[in-house]
């Protein structure tokens, strides 16, 4: 095995652990490896570019062993961000009413003055997925308004894919303890920890290798749906009988994107999805959820909504309804549909039986929708579109985007062309083919 062509100093720690056999690795060995995995595959770091870096404060192992990968593949300057649950919290409870329509804008200009000047961007989450479950929702949505908000510019140029990013996950004990509330917390940890290695596939032998291997597979179910050009997607299943109509000059992504600054990067690490702009004028009928969604802190469950002519007309959930309502009220696009994804039920995420309470991992075990902002990179020639042109090919418009899982074992999909005829793309949650 070489990786002489990566490895500019020498083989250091992580080429050593690359080697090794997967089940005698240590607990450091492995967070070397997912750090090198996410700044080598994840980012494509180039030397002498900066690093913008967000993480919670219970992710600091992880994040100092990416700054050294990131170090050592050149990075220029590594910034990092932290956020602290317990100081959100404080918030709910001291701050005055007006603070809920403030965000932090100087800090979101920042980012994207960062991101316009060349930085990559990488968001190390983890945080507490339950943890404002008990505030009112009325001051958490228009926080996450205010936060929308501030952070459009810098987040326009993530969903462009102007720049190199990616996301990855840490263990943290609120994460841990919220998906095993019974066990002792440095059990559940560690529960988690090997639940994140195993889906982010550092338990292969050659995780590097394992990752291209599973871009290549993505990359070819991509260029597949490309060459069917299907007119619109049929979904059915419990509670889900649901068309579906796709963008004019969709164009479907999976695995690694060039980004607009040329450099190779996978924006997510699990990824398992392969996903385009659906229209977000021609949605019918009705969707039931498979899995909860955790927005912002909240657990909004049992969704069930109702479309017509690609906007949201009836909204249910039996749990965080009103958090869900005033998601949908953000603004015009926050009741139509800016992204649709295919994922087998196969997946490893699905496999291992685990919801995951936070949507990069939950939205690789199941196809989903997302609610709000298109990625423009799933049009054909998208990035050179203006907003208008991409609204006339129907790419919806919004400050949120957020994604529910609607896949499952007893879910069907047909693609339909368009001609009108329908051809299986999934049966009981798996390709058809
Ligand atoms: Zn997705
Ligand atoms: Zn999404």
Partial sequence: MSNGATTKEGPGPAAAARTQNPKLRTQEEKLDLLAAVAVEVGLGLKRGQELLMTAPLEA???VRRITEHAYRAGAALVTTLYTDDE???MRYRFAPDESFDHAAK????GMGTAFASGSARLAVAGGNPGLLSKEDPEKVGR???AVSKAYRPALELITRHAINWTIVA???PAWAAALFPGEPAEAALEKLWNLIFSTTRIDRE??????????ANLQKRAAFLNGKRFAALQYRGPGTDFRLGLADDHWWLGGGTTAGNGIYCIPNMPTEEVFTTPHKDRAEGTVTATKPLSYQGTMIEGIRVRFEKGRIVEVHATEGEEVLRKLIDTDDGAGRLGEVALVPHSSPIASSGQVFLHTLFDENAASHIALGQAYSSCLREGDKLTPEELAARGANTSLIHVDWMIGSEKLDIDGITAGGTAEPLMRQGEWAD
């Fill in 60 to 62: 600091l192992p992880l």
């Fill in 87 to 89: 100081a959100t919290l």
């Fill in 106 to 109: 100087w800090l979101y200009d």
């Fill in 143 to 145: 926080a996450n308004r």
């Fill in 170 to 172: 840490s263990a943290t």
């Fill in 206 to 215: 050659d995780p590097v290798s394992a990752w291209r291997a599973h871009d």
